[in-house]
């Protein structure tokens, strides 16, 4: 890597990554799990390969963004050669949730377990992104008055122009649902789920958070994205479950607790139900690890 590519922000008070910009050229970086705690932006300039991202694999080539939430578990395996640049920002530094209104790309670029986790930059956006990263790389180098909040307008930029794209580009999904109301009621469902599922498990809960009756929310759901409340709420359960079984050596009983579940048997049986395994043979015969050495045999 050449390291003046490399421009890095560091919190002061505690450390750690603030805010990062690289440009890389191999695949050393993202060769094996990543599972930050800060967003991750990977803009594939060149190259394609297989996207390895929760329990899915995709598809990525030229002029791919790639977008992780923190903790979200992903690792690329290129084809060819990769070149592209990456940008790493903490939420400290700048908090989605805290911006949706101002961003709305929570739900569009990060924590959507719905869509692939890739945009296609146009060739009338790439332009526009060089520009912005460049932009940020000259600001990083420069010290002066209010340099984080300049840093953050940049970002906020950036990651409106790319939400804008893959919402453009998901309209096919979007003419499908020409009600505008019941669509935006579903994203609110998907974020309230997001925001939720480790405290609140029913369909219920979800119906009095927006303010709807289970019924209603229930065929809305049905209707468009051809699942069940219940589905959706365990769906998003069972991926954190699995994150947590394979990516740490936590006690079943603690990650049970720790998504809501005071009994460990019952989210054990909740567990099998849903993925037809126990957890503990979930974390002693599934996950990145054991899948990348079975396929590097």
Request: proline share 4%; net charge positive.
């Given at each position: 890597m050449n390291t003046q590519n490399t421009l890095t922000l560091v919190n002061p008070q505690n450390g750690n990554l603030?805010?990062?910009?690289?440009?890389?050229?191999?695949?050393?970086?993202?060769?094996h799990i990543q599972r930050?705690?800060?967003?991750?932006?990977?803009?594939?300039?060149?190259?394609?390969?297989k996207l390895k991202a929760d329990f899915s694999d995709y598809k990525f080539s030229n002029n791919n963004l790639l977008a992780f939430s923190p903790y979200q578990p992903f690792m690329l395996i290129p084809e060819n050669g990769l070149k592209g640049t990456a940008i790493q920002f903490h939420p400290d530094f700048f908090c989605i949730h805290k911006h949706q209104q101002e961003v709305a790309?929570?739900?569009?670029?990060?924590?959507?377990?719905?869509?692939?986790?890739?945009?296609?930059i146009d060739e009338n956006s790439q332009s526009t992104l060089q520009m912005i990263i460049e932009q940020m790389k000259s600001e990083m180098q420069n010290t002066a008055l209010a340099q984080y909040e300049l840093l953050i307008s940049y970002l906020k930029i950036f990651l409106i122009t790319v939400a804008r794209l893959k919402t453009d580009q998901q309209?096919?999904?979007?003419?499908?649902?020409?009600?505008?109301?019941?669509?935006?009621i579903l994203q609110s469902l998907k974020e309230a789920i997001e925001k939720n599922y480790k405290e609140k498990h029913t369909a219920s809960d979800y119906a009095?958070?927006?303010?709807?009756?289970?019924?209603?929310?229930?065929?809305?759901?049905?209707?468009?994205?051809?699942?069940?409340?219940?589905?959706?709420?365990?769906?998003?359960?069972?991926?954190e479950a699995?994150?947590?079984?394979?990516l740490t050596n936590k006690p079943v009983k603690q990650i049970a607790y720790e998504l809501g579940y005071d009994d460990e048997y019952y989210f054990s049986r909740f567990f099998k139900t849903?993925?037809?395994?126990?957890?503990?043979?979930?974390?002693?015969?599934v996950g990145f690890d054991r899948q990348s050495s079975l396929n590097a045999d």
């Open positions: 603030a805010f990062k910009v690289f440009a890389f050229e191999t695949n050393d970086f993202f060769d930050n705690n800060y967003y991750t932006l990977i803009w594939i300039q060149k190259g394609k390969g790309c929570n739900g569009v670029l990060f924590n959507n377990i719905y869509q692939p986790p890739t945009v296609t309209i096919e999904a979007r003419n499908a649902t020409s009600n505008l109301q019941e669509p935006f009095a958070i927006l303010n709807i009756t289970a019924k209603a929310l229930a065929k809305i759901a049905k209707t468009h994205l051809n699942k069940t409340l219940t589905f959706l709420i365990s769906e998003r359960i069972i991926i699995k994150r947590e079984l394979y849903n993925t037809d395994v126990s957890p503990q043979i979930y974390r002693n015969t």
